[in-house]
């Protein structure tokens, strides 16, 4: 029997992200509804904390969708994630760097003051009644050891979905699967797997995540995201509906991207 | 030993390009690390000759043919040969067929086309079969990206014991991408030949042009946006430290990080263009109000601003501040 598998779509996020396009409340509000409709999982809708308009097209959707969770993107910062609950989502998603370079290059910090922020952060939520989702982001360069530490401590704080990021999107097949079955043989946690595609795997390495426990797959529509893109959702489902059960069908896929072709257009 | 076969210019016929194009393509795939071209007869008589340096296999049609073109290292044909220096050419489309290969332990040299689908199956199995399958044989996998899985599946077969693949640039022939492959065996296994990555850009505007095709913007490795950075936490970090969030020095493959100002851009990215653009940085709250107006500005636009249209907006918001102090 196929086993289910559930899609979560970053294209309103990470998708966005993508230089050369700029999406207005209509065109998101657009896109999240025909999402919703086809059945995708969950939405990550934007990131509140970036602007006014931002936090308000994202009040929209939450208004205009009916069936999918609806996910926003928040710093590991309680500023934004005060800034995001005004927005009445399902779900808040708090982005940790988790390798090194990221923890004492960009942050200038240490794995204890990480540890300590995201915690804090995850109770700020909690206190407003929000589900946490953690992106555990770089998690393809860091140390395994850290990682299934931080985990253990996150699930003890209430949250049951990590998300795996290859934020630079440098993983093979064999480290992919090798990575999140290490992770589910030693934790009791949901898994989603948000790859990038800067080798050109990002479908492959998806595949190979999903395969290996991962139940939540992150997807944008065309693949469009930061540098070379995420995971493209039509060709995801087209490679992997033999061995998955997904609640929408290709054509359902090539559909919506006929219909935002002409918004999403810049970022291709 | 690992061996790269490029099969791009047998993928030429329709738009043949001029004979020193064709020199020139060769050149910058032997530069950026490919260890043998694949030509097709067409290409190979518009060439005229074969150059000095490099390894070069004719895509032949009739087994005559070897006789006709004498020069090449190899030849690969689509039948059953069991003679040196052809490679046959076999197309499997699901693993179920693998046991077939036995049929071909005779073959010196064997090119496996297709296995397009591996990685929805147990892809460690299959490449562990077909090894053992032809222990005595040459095995190179040609895998289709029918599933936008080729280049993994390219790197895969040599992480796991493979030797030889073949790929074209930009996965043209509806295989492995050849740039993608070699830079996935670079970051994984550290295989470095002794190239030059940097004539990328030179060999896609070559490519661009003989084929009036288009390369993506977001191509892995050789699209022109893939080193644009517009999200401020990205961009911070790669004004921190470009390692933060690159997967290798753009310089590496002949590109640069740009910051880009748009929709999700935040005050450090702003401040740093402006110095690129030779203002000098004003207060806090005046690089908040450029940052809002720029949002609202590539929010109706649908875009990204280009250095242009960001000087003409930081003007403007300076001017009207300096209006509002005087007035």
Not at chain 1, 28 to 46: F, P, R, S, T, W
Not at chain 1, 108 to 124: D, F, G, H, S
Not at chain 2, 29 to 56: C, N
Not at chain 2, 80 to 102: A, S
């Amino acid at each position: 029997m196929k086993e289910n598998k559930y899609i979560v779509d970053t294209t309103l996020r990470d998708g966005e992200q993508s230089p050369g396009i700029a999406l207005s409340i209509e065109n998101k509000v657009a896109i999240a509804k025909m999402l919703d409709e086809i059945g995708v999982y969950e939405i990550e809708a934007g990131i509140p904390s970036m602007s006014e308009k931002e936090a308000e097209s994202i009040r929209e959707i939450v208004k205009s969708c009916k069936n999918s969770k609806i996910s926003v993107w928040s710093r590991m910062n309680i500023e934004d994630v005060k800034k995001s609950i005004t927005c009445g989502m399902d779900i808040i998603h708090i982005g940790v760097p988790v390798s090194y370079v990221q923890i004492y290059t960009k942050l200038k910090k240490n794995k204890v003051w990480v540890q300590r922020k995201i915690l804090e952060c995850i109770e700020v939520a909690k206190s407003h009644n929000i589900d946490v989702t953690v992106g555990l982001e770089d998690a393809s360069r860091a140390d395994i050891g850290f990682l299934l530490c931080l985990i253990r401590e996150l699930k003890k704080a209430g949250v049951n979905t990590i998300r795996i990021a290859d934020t630079v999107g440098v993983l093979t097949p064999n480290r992919t699967k090798e990575l999140i079955a290490t992770i589910k043989s030693h934790t009791d946690i949901q898994i989603e797997i948000h790859v990038h595609n800067d080798l050109g795997m990002a479908v492959a390495n998806s595949i190979i995540g999903a395969k290996a426990g991962a139940d939540l797959i992150d997807c944008t529509l065309f693949g469009i995201g930061e540098r070379t893109g995420n995971c493209n959702f039509y060709d995801f489902v087209h490679a992997s509906e033999s061995i998955f059960n997904f609640a929408m069908n290709k054509k359902q896929i090539k559909r919506i991207e006929e219909l935002s072709y002409s918004i999403l257009q810049g970022a291709l | 030993m690992i061996k790269i076969i490029d099969n791009t210019l047998s993928a030429f016929d329709s738009c043949l390009p001029s004979k020193e194009e064709l020199l020139k393509f060769c050149d910058l795939l032997f530069t950026i690390g490919v260890d043998m071209i694949e030509l097709s007869v067409a290409a190979y008589l518009k060439m005229e000759q074969l150059p000095d340096k490099g390894k070069f296999v004719l895509k032949i049609e009739d087994i005559a043919q070897m006789k006709t073109y004498p020069d090449f290292f190899r030849y690969s044909y689509h039948r059953e040969e069991f003679i040196d220096k052809v490679i046959t050419e076999v197309q499997i489309n699901d693993i179920r067929e693998v046991i077939k290969l036995k049929a071909l332990d005779r073959c010196k040299e064997l090119r496996i086309v297709g296995l397009d689908d591996i990685m929805s199956k147990d892809f460690d199995v299959v490449i562990r079969n077909i090894i053992k399958t032809l222990p005595n044989c040459k095995i190179n996998l040609c895998p289709e990206n029918t599933y936008n899985c080729a280049s993994a599946i390219a790197v895969q077969w040599i992480l796991n014991g493979g030797n030889e693949i073949t790929s074209s640039f930009a996965g043209c022939k509806g295989n492995a991408a050849t740039e993608e492959v070699i830079m996935a065996l670079r970051l994984a296994i550290r295989h470095k030949p002794t190239r030059d990555l940097t004539v990328l850009p030179e060999l896609t505007a070559l490519y661009e042009k003989i084929t009036s095709l288009k390369i993506g913007n977001n191509k892995p490795i050789i699209g022109r946006n893939i080193f644009k950075v517009e999200a401020g936490v990205h961009a911070d970090g790669i004004i921190k430290n470009p390692a933060t969030y690159e997967a290798y020095s753009p310089s590496l493959v002949g590109g640069r990080s740009e910051i880009i100002i748009g929709k999700h851009s935040g005050m450090k990215a702003v401040k740093l263009k402006m110095e690129e653009q030779g203002f000098s940085l004003p207060k806090d709250y005046i690089v908040e109000v450029i940052l809002s107006k720029i949002r609202e500005y590539c929010t109706e636009n649908g875009n990204s601003l280009n250095d242009l249209e960001f000087v003409e907006l930081v003007n403007e918001v300076i001017a009207d501040e300096r209006k509002q102090i005087y007035s």
